[in-house]
């Protein structure tokens, strides 16, 4: 009788912890899925804007490289044309290197201080990381688009930006969490300028 009490007991405590188990587990997977999801987002984006300024320095590319303008005979602009060739060829580079940090990235880069998952601000950041790893990458998308921006009478921004999305799944402690990391960034601008209208209207934004 002792034995099957002792047995009885085991086997009681032993459905008890994995009962508890299972319930921190249900309450603290979604806030570590967040938490690895941000944090994999930040470093990502880190890494998109230094894969372009990196590129962009080793290749000395400058805006006249990139677009070409065209001027009648006052000097005023009246066609802008870009180079696809070397856009392209960057942006295939620019793709090559997020792809390859990205893999590299470990949980040194991505793991979540225990402290943090507890949601208390004295504590974040404080005590063992949470293993965090990139499980899988799909392959980065990119696309330039040309933004026009008013600067005051007679003066237009022009910059050409790029629009970086990397998917990625996380291995976290109990599964595995998806994230998608999408980032803008500068690859050239430069001023215009054009000839003063007689007239100027400036017109209010939605947000004034």
Not at 77 to 84: E, G
Not at 117 to 133: F, H, M
Not at 169 to 192: F, R, Y
Request: hydrophobic residues 45%.
């Amino acid at each position: 009788r002792r034995g099957r009490g002792l047995l009885l007991s085991a086997l009681l405590g032993v459905g008890l912890s994995l009962l508890v188990i299972t319930l921190l587990d249900s309450a603290l997977r979604p806030v570590v899925s967040t938490l690895a999801r941000a944090q994999a987002e930040n470093v990502v984006t880190g890494i998109i804007n230094d894969a372009v300024m990196e590129t962009l320095s080793a290749e000395a590319v400058a805006y006249q490289d990139l677009v070409s303008l065209e001027r009648d005979s006052n000097g005023q602009v009246t066609l802008l044309s870009t180079n696809s060739a070397k856009l392209n060829a960057l942006r295939t580079q620019i793709l090559q290197t997020i792809l390859e940090k990205v893999n590299s990235l470990d949980s040194k880069d991505l793991g979540i201080p225990l402290g943090s998952i507890t949601g208390l601000a004295t504590v974040s950041g404080w005590g063992p990381d949470l293993p965090v790893q990139v499980l899988a990458t799909a392959t980065p998308t990119a696309e330039f688009r040309n933004v026009f921006t008013s600067e005051g009478i007679n003066q237009t921004l022009h910059q050409v930006m790029l629009d970086v999305q990397v998917e990625i799944t996380l291995l976290i402690p109990g599964g595995k969490a998806d994230t998608q990391v999408s980032a803008e960034v500068c690859v050239a601008e430069t001023l215009l300028l054009g000839q003063v209208p007689d007239t100027y209207l400036e017109l209010p934004s939605a947000s004034s």
